[in-house]
């Protein structure tokens, strides 16, 4: 195909001076050369020559223009910049209730930037229902995996977003756990022994995933880390006990409505997954669970020991009777765990004089021969009562202990004017032996010397030490936490400890705030939430049978998730757009939920269904009150003028270029053929077929009687098809001019005054629109509560009007494919005109390169097209939004038997080292910058090459390329050396073919 047009005449002015001056000489014998004269006239000759042969040149262009335009090849106008824009409302109870509504055609500017003399205008797509809750929470769960992720920075409004990331991507352990609330068990809290009982339920329990089993003391703002001392559930697995030792101080806290002890277990791992066509592994069911505590104290001296009403010194060896034991004499002693009811104490006791080792004692033994016995008592509140204990020191005769647990009647006393909790010894019968004394003797009538027997009880030492036991109970209340979820349950209800959701979809949550007092912010109204998403993880691609995820958006209404109905504009979630949700007045704050902070939230939620996402979307923010807008002027009732009733009559529009749909109306003195407009006849049913009913309308007046008729009428590209009843006109979009038939090939307008209009067109676009994020911000439509607007991202896609080469490279393309797609340059051809912003494609017959990356088998009936869109970026690469439009675009005008792959290219970084020498009196660092300035434009996959048309599929460049590119920068003397190495984004890239160029990393250095 030829792109450029021959020239008639391929003469210079030289060459017709040249040939004027041989043909003077050879006929006239006149020499130039010698003549000044006559070289001057052949000059202005040859001069004058010269343009009229540049004029002749252009015929041939000119015809082929004109010919062009009799098959209505026109250039494409200008392609507008879009933006989402973010309205922020004004912080007032009134705005409340007043309900703010941007509507659509708003308009916002942008300030003008260097160079430029006028602001870029945007207009809204849409109308924006602008509320005052805000996007708090993001989280994503995955109930296959057992895995969250919490992403809320997706919600951030202000400053740069993150790379991006799919968003049901879920890499975090999901949270299962338990908390068990009990009242205080006893009245210590320096608990040495905590003993929780649990009841298994169910047998056959996978124990792998609770071998990593975590407890703690929870609190309000922080968690005490604990680490049992045994464990026989084996990880909740089968029944036994988890023993605790040393407990940390176990303070109540007020948790979930109620104030508790709580002791809180979950665990580090996900729930354990079923394999493919096997049972899912159970998970434990405790029936029950009781929770005892112990506690021990220390051995200590007693605080305080009488002998009757004697004081004892514990510093030295006592007699707790006194050295002349008798009937009833009492030993006290005192301790304040002595009043601790059902508190276990042992008193251990060594003798200074046992009676069993005498030998050793520094005393004489102490003398059990008169069968001493001595009773242990407390006081009950009202008299001493003996004690049910156990006295391993036979009455104080040998060493040992006396063991008993208080009993619950237990009360603290006075003793000898000390209050305190006392128990005592009491001698009740026998005796340590007698004094010293003479007895009578009947027999021999005289008195007999008996020596003393007498040896009491003295003790050396005598300590205390003491255990409390208390339960077992079960806890007033367990909460479980899974799944996002808090579930209250009667302590002694059978409950699951960790249990999976009862949904198996992947979900998206979101978490809104509400301000206080609004308490319906979000009912019977749409919420807009703007999601940006940017790019894809991996490769890009879009295939015919590509299966799209089915997503479902539900809310919280206090009980239960209920299923509500979205406009949505992304595609789900595959490219950015606006999702409009629409709300229930149930709508509830989901005070359930366990993520923190959560339960003062209101929650929506996405389930993603069905269908995949081969492409995986890369989410980078969502945000609320954004609404896209486009670099357009929106121009309502513009009047064109007045019918004359002649054929192909003409009129021009005020404001150039026309973009987008033309909305043209014509005022017509009759209704079209037809009763009226409740029973139209066939040819009004026709206009109401195509344009709905406001294809039609009418004023009436004061008594109802119709006045006007203004009838929408449809554009086209020509005439050929319009018959002559077909309300037809043609628009030419850069001139603004507007033609109508010409009664046998379009209805000529009826004569009229002022009865021809523009009901509503749009003109602007062009790169001028093309603005850097946080620039649009000057309002230029009053909104009513509205306090600033700014857009968060930049303003893309902007186009100037398609260029005259660029036309007759399409025509001569459209001569030959006619807008059908057969061969691969129709491919290429036609997803050029998909979208504008398409700068380059390549179609690869019987390849499939979405899946077979290196292009190493041969597919029969798939052809794989590949796009690079337009960008100064290193690597252009096309969004799924752009790939479905070509799709989509190519798919109407081909067969369907080949299947189709359009994906994005993929790149080769050309990497360079060098050493150069800069020329003597220019700055070394500037050279080095212009070498990378160089290297990058030369580079460029769409601009670099040699002839800045930029690089073809598999094209790499030479080493003596880039010599004599960085050997003509200015301040470079010579390159001393030269290295160019490839950069692969994937392996084998190279050997396929299939690739683009891009810079790559530099190293340049200077040598000497």
């Excluded at 490279?809 to 290429?828: C, F, K």
């Amino acid at each position: 195909m030829i792109h450029k047009a021959p020239k008639i005449d391929c003469r210079t002015e030289e060459d017709i001076f040249r040939y004027t001056a041989e043909k003077l000489k050879d006929r006239l014998a006149v020499s130039v050369d010698r003549d000044p004269l006559a070289r001057a006239l052949l000059r202005v000759f040859s001069r004058y020559c010269g343009h009229v042969i540049q004029r002749m040149n252009q015929v041939p262009d000119k015809n082929r223009i004109a010919f062009l335009n009799v098959l209505n090849v026109s250039r494409i106008p200008p392609v507008p910049a879009r933006v989402p824009l973010t309205f922020t409302p004004v912080k007032t109870p009134s705005m409340a209730s007043s309900g703010i509504v941007v509507p659509a055609y708003t308009k916002v500017a942008a300030s003008p930037g260097e160079g430029e003399t006028e602001a870029a205008v945007f207009e809204t797509m849409f109308d924006l229902a602008v509320t005052n809750v805000e996007l708090k929470k993001v989280l994503a769960l995955d109930s296959r995996t057992d895995r969250y992720a919490d992403k809320s920075f997706l919600a951030t409004v202000g400053g740069k977003a993150g790379p991006g990331q799919f968003a049901f991507a879920a890499d975090q352990p999901a949270g299962h756990g338990f908390c068990l609330g009990f009242n205080p068990i006893g009245e210590r809290d320096d608990i040495t022994e905590l003993r929780i009982r649990f009841e298994i339920g169910n047998s056959g329990v996978s124990s792998c995933p609770w071998q990593t089993l975590e407890w703690y003391i929870p609190a309000l703002d922080s968690e005490i880390s604990m680490k049992p001392a045994g464990d026989t559930t084996r990880g909740l697995s089968q029944s036994g006990e988890v023993v605790f030792r040393n407990l940390p101080e176990w303070p109540t806290s007020p948790m979930h409505g109620r104030d508790l002890a709580w002791l809180s277990c979950r665990s580090s791992g996900p729930l354990p997954a079923a394999a493919k066509g096997e049972t899912p592994p159970q998970l434990p069911l405790v029936r029950t669970v009781t929770a005892s505590a112990g506690w021990d104290v220390s051995e200590n001296v007693p605080a305080g020991a009488f002998f009757n009403n004697l004081p004892i010194d514990f510093s030295k060896d006592f007699f707790p009777f006194g050295q002349r034991p008798q009937f009833g004499d009492l030993f006290y002693l005192g301790c304040d765990f002595l009043a601790t009811q059902q508190c276990e104490v042992t008193l251990k006791i060594k003798m200074t004089n046992p009676a069993s080792d005498g030998k050793r004692a520094p005393i004489a033994p102490v003398n059990r021969a008169g069968d001493p016995r001595i009773q242990w008592e407390y006081w009950n509140g009202r008299r001493w009562v003996g004690l049910e204990c156990r006295d391993d020191t036979q009455a104080l005769t040998e060493d040992g202990r006396v063991s008993f647990v208080v009993p619950p009647p237990s009360a603290r006393t006075t003793v000898n004017g000390v209050e305190g909790a006392w128990i005592r010894a009491r001698l009740i019968s026998g005796n340590y032996g007698r004094e010293e004394r003479f007895e009578f003797d009947n027999a021999d009538q005289r008195l007999r010397h008996i020596p003393a027997t007498l040896a009491p009880p003295c003790i050396e030492t005598v300590t205390l030490a003491s255990s409390l036991t208390a339960g077992s109970r079960p806890p007033e209340l367990v909460v479980t936490d899974n799944n996002l979820v808090f579930e209250e349950i009667n302590g002694r209800t059978p409950f699951h400890p960790f249990q999976g959701a009862s949904e198996p979809y992947r979900a998206l949550y979101l978490g809104f705030s509400v301000p206080e007092g609004e308490q319906n912010a979000f009912a019977d109204r749409g919420l807009d939430l703007y999601f940006h998403v940017c790019g894809a993880e991996g490769s890009v691609f879009v295939r015919d049978d590509m299966a799209r995820a089915q997503l479902a958006w539900q809310y919280w209404n206090g009980g239960d998730w209920i299923e509500t109905s979205a406009k949505d504009g992304t595609g789900a979630l595959n490219m950015s757009g606006l999702v409009t949700v629409r709300l229930g007045a149930d709508i509830a704050r989901w005070n359930e939920c366990s993520i923190e902070g959560g339960s003062e939230l209101h929650w929506l939620r996405l389930l993603w269904k069905e269908g995949a996402f081969e492409c995986r979307p890369k989410l980078q923010r969502v945000v609320l009150n954004t609404v896209p807008a486009t670099q357009t002027m929106t121009l309502e009732n513009e009047l064109l003028g007045s019918g004359n009733g002649r054929p192909m009559q003409t009129f021009r529009s005020s404001r150039v270029p026309i973009l987008q749909d033309v909305h043209l109306q014509v005022r017509e003195p009759d209704m079209p053929p037809g009763e009226e407009l409740e029973t139209p006849g066939e040819e009004l049913e026709r206009i109401l077929e195509q344009d709905g009913m406001e294809a039609v309308e009418t004023i009436r007046n004061a008594q109802g009687e119709i006045e006007k008729i203004w009838i929408r009428w449809q554009e086209v590209n020509d005439f050929i098809s319009s018959g002559n009843r077909d309300r037809h006109f043609v628009v030419d979009r850069q001139s603004g001019e507007i033609c109508f038939g010409d009664g046998q090939r379009g209805l000529i307008p009826p004569p009229g005054v002022n009865n021809v209009r523009l009901r509503r067109y749009r003109t602007g676009g062009g790169s001028f629109g093309d603005k850097p994020a946080e620039s649009i911000t000057q309002l230029r439509t009053s909104v009513p509560y509205v306090d600033s607007v700014v857009n968060l991202e930049p303003a893309l896609g902007g186009q100037d009007i398609e260029d005259w080469n660029s036309v007759r490279e399409r025509g001569s393309r459209w001569l030959r494919h006619r807008d059908r797609a057969v061969t691969i340059e129709d491919y290429e051809d036609l997803a050029k005109l998909a979208a504008p912003v398409v700068a380059r494609a390549k179609c690869y017959p019987n390849r499939d390169l979405a899946s077979d990356r290196g292009n190493r088998v041969i597919k029969p009936g798939v052809i794989s097209l590949i796009i690079v869109p337009h960008g100064m970026e290193r690597k252009p690469l096309p969004d799924l939004n752009l790939l479905r439009r070509v799709t989509d675009y190519i798919n109407q005008r081909r067969l369907p038997d080949p299947e189709l792959v359009v994906l994005a290219p993929e790149y080769v970084q050309v990497c360079v080292e060098a050493v150069i020498v800069a020329g003597t009196g220019h700055g070394e660092a500037g050279v080095l910058d212009r070498c990378r300035l160089e290297l990058d434009r030369y580079l460029h996959p769409l601009t670099g090459g040699a002839d800045g048309n930029g690089w073809e599929f598999g094209e790499r460049p030479h080493g003596s390329d880039l010599y004599v590119l960085l050997e003509s920068i200015r301040g470079l003397e010579y390159v001393h050396s030269l290295d160019i190495r490839p950069a692969e984004e994937s392996p084998g890239l190279l050997q396929t073919g299939i690739f683009l160029i891009t810079p790559g990393e530099y190293n340049i250095r200077l040598g000497v």
